[in-house]
C-alpha cells in the first residue's frame, strides 16, 4: 500500500502489530530509505532452526576460539619479554663496544706493539660493518616488538569477541567492542576497503549482550567490504573503497552505522534482505545468514530497530539503533 508521509511517497507492509517495513522514496530521488520493525522476518528463529546440536557446536566453536587465543598469548608473552631483553642488553653491549673502542684508539696513539695490536683490532671492527649493524639490529628487534604487539592484541580482540553472552545483558563500552571486532574482521576488508571510525564520545555504556553487538558489527563490517569487493568500479580500477563506522547518542538509544561505497542494493530485493537464506551471492559464497542474524540480535533480542539507505553506484549505510534505559528505571 502506499500513502504520502510529510511530502515523502511511502510504502508500507503492515503486519499484525506494527508495519513489516517502512520503504522512503522521495520522487525522482536517488536514494532509498528502508526502516525494518520488528516483524519484518517471518522465517522463524534462526537460533531454533539450528537446533541443539548446531547450538552445541556454535558454543564448542566460542570456547575452542578462547582457548586457542590463550595458548598463542602465553608463547606470545615469551617472545615479547625476551625480545625486550635482547633489545635492552644490545644497547648496553653496543656502548661497550663504543668505549672499547676510545680505548683502542688512545692505545694506537701510544705506538709500539701496543699500539700496532690496537689497530689491528680496529681494523677488524672497522671490516665487520659496526655501524650498520647498529643501526639495522635495533630496527629489527623493534620490527619483532611491532609483531608481537599486534599478535597480542588481535589475541586480546579474539577473546574478547569469543566471550560467550551472559544470560543478562551488562553495561558495555561500544567503542571498546567495535574497535575489537574491527581487529578481528581486518583480514575481511583489508584487501578491498580502507576502515575508519567516527565514535561519539558522548556514547555512554549501554546495556546490551556485548557479543551479540559483536556479531552485528561484523556482519555489517563483512556485508560492506563484499559488496565494495563486488563492485564493477572497484574490479575495472582496482581502486580501495571506504568503510565507516559510526556511533551517536540520540534521545533514548544509541546508534551504530556502517557505511560503504560500494554499488548499493537494488530496490527489488530490498525488502527480502533480511530474510534467512536470501543471498545474491553465488553458490558457495554466501549463506544468507549475516543479514538475518543482525535482525534478529538488534530488533528481538535488543529491542531495537534497524534502517538502512542506500543509492545505485553510491553505497549503503546500516543503521542500528539500541534502546537507552530511562533515567527512572536506573536504581
Known amino acids: 500500500m502506499g500513502k504520502a508521509l510529510n511530502g515523502v511517497e511511502a510504502a508500507v507492509a503492515m503486519g499484525p502489530d506494527e508495519p513489516l517495513a517502512l520503504s ?4 525522482g530521488a536517488c536514494e532509498d530509505r528502508v526502516i525494518v520493525g520488528r516483524a519484518q522476518v517471518e522465517s522463524g528463529d534462526w537460533f531454533e532452526g539450528l537446533g541443539p546440536v548446531g547450538l552445541s557446536r556454535l558454543q564448542m566453536l566460542g570456547r575452542l576460539a578462547q582457548g586457542i587465543a590463550h595458548e598463542i598469548n602465553t608463547p606470545t608473552q615469551f617472545i615479547g ?8 642488553s644490545f644497547g648496553e653491549s653496543f656502548a661497550l663496544i663504543g668505549q672499547l673502542m676510545a680505548h683502542l684508539l688512545e692505545i694506537q696513539g701510544m705506538g709500539g706493539p701496543a699500539g700496532e695490536a690496537a689497530q689491528k683490532a680496529l681494523d677488524s671492527m672497522a671490516h665487520s660493518d659496526l655501524d650498520y649493524l647498529g643501526v639495522e ?15 597480542s592484541n588481535i589475541v586480546s580482540a579474539m577473546k ?17 567492542a567495535i574497535n575489537n571486532t574491527i581487529l578481528v574482521s581486518q583480514n575481511e576488508w583489508k584487501y578491498s576497503a580502507t576502515l575508519g571510525v567516527d565514535f561519539d564520545l558522548n556514547v555512554p555504556r549501554v546495556p546490551c549482550f556485548p557479543s551479540e553487538v559483536s556479531q552485528v558489527v561484523l556482519n555489517l563490517i563483512v556485508n560492506a567490504a563484499h559488496a565494495i569487493g563486488a563492485s564493477p568500479t572497484r574490479a575495472a580500477t582496482g581502486a580501495y573503497g571506504k568503510i565507516t563506522v559510526r556511533t551517536r547518542l540520540h534521545p533514548g538509544e544509541v546508534e ?7 554499488p548499493g542494493i537494488p530496490r527489488e530485493i530490498q525488502q527480502r534482505i533480511f530474510e534467512p537464506f536470501f543471498t545474491t551471492k553465488p553458490a558457495g559464497k554466501g549463506t544468507g ?20 539507505e542506500t543509492a545505485p553506484g ?15 528505571s536506573i536504581h
Request: charged share 20%.
Open 256 to 262: 551504530i552505522s556502517v557505511q560503504d561505497d560500494g
Open 137 to 151: 639490529i635495533p630496527k629489527a628487534i623493534q620490527q619483532s616488538l611491532d609483531g608481537v604487539g599486534r599478535i
Open 289 to 308: 545468514q549475516g543479514l538475518a542474524i543482525v535482525h534478529k540480535i538488534v530488533v528481538e533480542h535488543h529491542g531495537g530497530w534497524i534502517l538502512f
Open 314 to 328: 553510491r553505497g549503503t549505510t546500516f543503521r542500528i539503533f539500541l534502546p537507552l534505559p530511562r533515567p527512572d
Open 81 to 88: 619479554d625476551n625480545t625486550t631483553f635482547l633489545r635492552d
Open 160 to 176: 574478547n569477541f569469543s566471550h560467550p553472552s551472559a544470560d543478562v545483558q551488562t553495561l558495555t563500552d561500544l567503542h571498546h
Open 24 to 27: 522512503l522514496a522521495e520522487p
